[in-house]
Each structure stands twice: as structure tokens, then as C-alpha cells.
């Protein structure tokens, strides 16, 4: 029976690693377990007058590199586990990327579509005054993920302000830039995962050409194919800067109601318009449907899973006809799917190294907000631009010299700088 637990591939994937960093079992145990987490109950007003009481969580899974640093999910379908598993994700993300962070994650069981403005106001509210004695900026700060953007982010600051009596702009990142936000925030976690898709074109023998940054208007349009799975921050973003920066043709995409395919692309900007228009990309003309299972499986360059884990699975992964499968999304592929597709020579960009764009641009957020300053977009994207490479390059490297596959090499370079730091504290 396949394990679609994210905490269990997490830990399937420490004892993989663990033999080549003799770790010892005590360093194993900690590495395998949330330091700490909080679990929160939310009494909120909704509009009709009633009191519906949420369930919430935050996640500190190790700090031993800096303050715990991750998302926060609404979504009817959290779990505990999946936070838990995110959490883990987050401190190999920052440790690989060597920012001095630890890793996080929180999340509330709700469904934000049936929600109101003021409810989600009222709901993001009253989850910062659970959490907010067990955060902060030398703590654990968090930021926008699933079902989550700009707007919450901004509730929550102002509800930490309220109650300590001050504005701490460090406290979360993902805020609007007129509330002390980033530069290339928005875009950053596409951004950086297109970085890490040039790279490994560079590495495999390029399937396509990929321009270093800049703007749409040179670029001449490639045969490379992309398929896009979800279409809400990282997915549109992947989608419009697949052909602006990479001059891919997108033909698939997707959000939770269903996919639309055109084998001879599509314009993410005008899916853009009618998901604003109809609430969602299924029903766009000049596309036909299909199942978000058929668009895993369609013959492409690029398969872009930007939407939730567990996706591809020992089910479907003999099925997947991509030749890079870039992980946009966090734990989109189970343990079991990704030895299928190993044997089958598909290039896997491992989540923790492809999406580390937002929490690269996040902590650059962080450093503006301690020194007081606002960077350029221009010097944000060059920064994200260097660490994403630099990520990429070591990844690579240990995969040529030590014959072991992308995840394991990005797995063994960030825990083995985890352990370092716990060993240096003294923890271990
Ligand atoms: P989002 O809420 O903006 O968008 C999620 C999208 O997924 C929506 O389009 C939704 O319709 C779609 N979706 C939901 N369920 C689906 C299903 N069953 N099948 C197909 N599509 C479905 O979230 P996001 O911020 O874009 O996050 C997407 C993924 O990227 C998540 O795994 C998240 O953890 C990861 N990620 C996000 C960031 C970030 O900066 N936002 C950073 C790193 C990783």
C-alpha cells in the first residue's frame, strides 16, 4: 500500500540520506519530528451571526539554522500530517538555499470559496492572535501559501501590530509593497523554478532556449511544450513566464475544477481574464477539457505541478510522458512514484530546490524590512537569480560525482547543514 502521508515520504526520504551522512539514530530521531508545533481552536463571527469555531496549526519543525520560516495554508482538506511534512520541506528549502532560516508551516481547516471578505478578515484575525506569542521575527515568521496571498498577510501584520502596540514590518512576508512588501514577491516562486528549469536545460543538453531574465518582447517562441497543473499564484506565474521568459508553448492547464488543453497553446493572460470572469479556466474557449489526471499524463518538454502534494503516484507515474518534471508545487510526487519515474530517465527538479524562489524573495523582504530599505525589482530578481543557480549548481554537482539522484543530492547538502548547525548549538 503506497504511503500518501507527507510527513512519512519526508521521513523515507531522512533514512535514504541518513546512511551517507552517518547520521547517528538520536540525530535521525530529531530530525524525523516537529520541534514544536501549537494547535489553536478559532471562534469566529460569520455573517449570519453564528460563532463557527476553526481548527488551526503551526508547525516549528527545527530552528537549529535561524527563526522557523514558512507558509500558511486555509484549506478544508489540512491535515496535521501535511503541515507537519510541509514544515520539514521548509527547513531543507531554506537550508539548501543557505539562508539562515529554520523551517515552518501553519495552516487552518476552512474553505476560503465560501467564505466572505470579512469573514477571512475576521478568520485571518483571530488565527495571528492564537499564534502571535509563538512567532515573531527572531521566531518564526510566516507568509503566504495555498488559498492564502498579500491581503491575509497584511490582516495578520496589522492584528500583530494591535496587540503588541507597534509595527513590526519582519514579522510576515508576502505583504502588498505599500505594507512593506518585496519587489518580484508576486512571481518569485515561478521566477526562481524557470531559473532552475534553465539550468537543468543547460545540464541535459537543452531542449529548449531559456533567456537569463527581461522582458516578453524578443523572445521567439520554441517547440518546447508545458503542462501546467493549478493556476492560482505560482501556476499563473508559471504559465506566463514559460512563454516571456523561457518562449515555451503552453498547452495545458488547470485549477480544481478541471484542466483545458490546446496542443497549440495557450495565453495565460486570457485564461487569466475568464478564470476572473467565471472562477475558473474550465469552459475557455478555443481549449477542450480534460481531467487534471489527463494533464499529468500528456506528451510535453516541461510537467509543471503547481497545486497540492501527492499528485503523482505509483498510479500514474508509469503514465507520465514528460521529460523535466519541474516540482512547483511542495511534495507533488510520492516516494514510490519517483523510483518509477527515475527508470524511466525523467529529470525530476526536486520542490525544495525548484520553488525556493519565495522564500529567497521572502528573506530578501526581510533583510528590506530590518535595514528599512526597498530594493528594485531589477536587483531582487539578480539576487534570486544568483541563489537560485548557485542551489542548482551544488545539486548537480553532487548528482555527476556521487551518482545519486537530484532529490537525494539536494536532501544530503541540506541535511548535512542542518546537522552542522545542530552540532554547533550543541543539541547533538
Ligand atoms: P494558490 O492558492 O494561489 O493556488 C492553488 C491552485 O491550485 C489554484 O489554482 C487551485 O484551483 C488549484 N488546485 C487546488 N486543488 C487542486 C486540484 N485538486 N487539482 C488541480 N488544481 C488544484 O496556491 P499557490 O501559492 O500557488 O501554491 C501552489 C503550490 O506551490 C503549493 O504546493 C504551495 O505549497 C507551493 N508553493 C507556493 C509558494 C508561494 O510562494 N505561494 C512557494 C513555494 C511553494
Known amino acids: 500500500m503506497e504511503e500518501m502521508n507527507l510527513l512519512e515520504t519526508v521521513r523515507k526520504q531522512i533514512c535514504t540520506c541518513s ?25 469566529v463571527r460569520m455573517d449570519d451571526g453564528t460563532i463557527q469555531t476553526f481548527q488551526g496549526f503551526r508547525v516549528q ?12 495554508r486555509f484549506h478544508p482538506d489540512e491535515t496535521i500530517n501535511t503541515i507537519r511534512g510541509l514544515a520539514a520541506i521548509m527547513t531543507w528549502k531554506c537550508a539548501l538555499h543557505d539562508l539562515p532560516l529554520g523551517g ?88 526562481g523554478g524557470w531559473i532552475a528549469i534553465r539550468e537543468a536545460g543547460k545540464h541535459l ?40 521568459l523561457a518562449g515555451c508553448r503552453v498547452v495545458a492547464l488547470s485549477d480544481s475544477r ?25 469552459g475557455y474557449p478555443g481549449a477542450s477539457a480534460i481531467t487534471n489526471e489527463e494533464l499529468l499524463e500528456l506528451e510535453v518538454d516541461i ?33 514510490e512514484a519517483e523510483d518509477i519515474l527515475s527508470e524511466n530517465g525523467i529529470h525530476i527538479i526536486p520542490d525544495f530546490l525548484c520553488n525556493g524562489g519565495g522564500v529567497i524573495v521572502s528573506y530578501y523582504e526581510m533583510v528590506q524590512n530590518f535595514t528599512m530599505d526597498h530594493w528594485p525589482a531589477t536587483e531582487v530578481r539578480r539576487r534570486l537569480d544568483e541563489r537560485m543557480t548557485a542551489a542548482y549548481t551544488a545539486v548537480y554537482t553532487m ?13 544530503t547538502i541540506a541535511l548535512e547543514r542542518v546537522v552542522r548547525a545542530m552540532e554547533d548549538r550543541g543539541w547533538v
Open 19 to 43: 546512511v551517507d551522512l552517518r547520521l547517528t539514530p538520536n540525530v535521525e530521531e530529531l530530525l524525523k519530528k516537529p520541534m514544536h508545533e501549537l494547535h489553536v481552536s478559532l471562534p
Open 61 to 72: 519543525y527545527n530552528n537549529a539554522r535561524g527563526p522557523a520560516k514558512g507558509g500558511i
Open 104 to 191: 515552518a508551516k501553519g495552516g487552518v481547516i476552512c474553505n476560503p470559496k465560501v467564505m466572505s471578505q470579512g469573514e477571512l478578515e475576521r478568520l485571518s484575525r483571530a488565527y495571528m492572535k492564537a499564534i502571535c506569542r509563538f512567532i515573531g521575527p527572531g521566531r518564526d515568521i510566516p507568509a503566504p501559501d495555498v488559498y492564502t496571498n498579500p491581503q491575509v498577510m497584511a490582516w495578520m501584520m496589522d492584528e500583530y501590530a494591535s496587540i503588541t502596540g507597534y509595527t513590526e514590518f519582519g514579522v510576515i512576508t508576502g505583504k502588498p509593497v505599500t505594507l512593506g512588501g518585496s519587489e518580484g514577491r508576486d512571481d518569485a516562486t515561478a521566477r
Open 205 to 244: 543538453g537543452v531542449y529548449f532556449a531559456i533567456r537569463e531574465t527581461a522582458s516578453a518582447m524578443e523572445m521567439p517562441v520554441t517547440n518546447t511544450t508545458v503542462a501546467v497543473q493549478g493556476f492560482g499564484n505560482v501556476g499563473y506565474h508559471a504559465a506566463r513566464l514559460a512563454g516571456e
Open 258 to 282: 478541471g484542466a483545458i488543453y490546446n496542443p497549440e497553446g495557450l495565453d495565460p493572460h486570457s485564461v487569466m481574464e475568464h478564470k476572473k470572469k467565471t472562477g475558473s479556466v474550465t
Open 303 to 335: 510537467l509543471i505541478p503547481a497545486a497540492l502534494e501527492n499528485v503523482i503516484t505509483a498510479k500514474n507515474a508509469h503514465h507520465i510522458r514528460a521529460k523535466i518534471l519541474a516540482e512547483f508545487a511542495n511534495g507533488p510526487t510520492t516516494r
Open 399 to 411: 548528482v555527476r560525482t556521487h551518482g545519486v539522484p537530484m532529490r537525494q543530492a539536494a536532501y
